[in-house]
């Protein structure tokens, strides 16, 4: 079988630079805390200047690791802090912002489900 065309290009080949540039500070963070680095430390790497995307980097690696450790692999809050060298509050914060996150898209999508499609606004069709 022929080779496809984009056989051979690297993985992030059609992102855009901004969301190139976002997985890459993320990946920097996992690397600082797997050489030991306390959390805030190592999002005091982070190279990004727009404070509002870096904000964003931050909250979403916190939101990850929450969702890989906590959820996925059932480390207790109060151990990820710990290790990461936080206040325990702050993970229990990231979890609660997740959850209002999930339940806030679930609600939507229960809405636009309910939506009548001939007549957008009313729900009781």
């Known amino acids: 079988m022929a080779e496809a065309w984009h056989e ?47 904000s964003g980097i931050i909250d979403d ?26 206040p325990v509050e702050r993970l229990e914060s990231a979890k609660k912002s997740m959850l209002d996150e999930i339940v806030g898209d679930a609600s939507m999508r229960e809405y636009l489900n309910e939506l009548d499609q001939d007549n957008p606004g009313r729900i009781d069709a």
């Open 61 to 86: 690696t916190l939101k990850v690791l929450i969702a890989e450790e906590h959820f996925a692999k059932g480390i207790a809050l109060e151990e990820m802090a710990q290790g990461l060298k936080i």
């Open 8 to 54: 051979g290009l690297p993985d992030d080949a059609f992102m855009a630079e901004a969301d190139r540039q976002y997985m890459l500070e993320i990946r920097h963070i996992r690397e600082a805390l797997a050489r030991g680095l306390g959390f805030d430390e190592a999002i005091a790497l982070i190279e990004e200047k727009d404070e509002e995307v870096k």
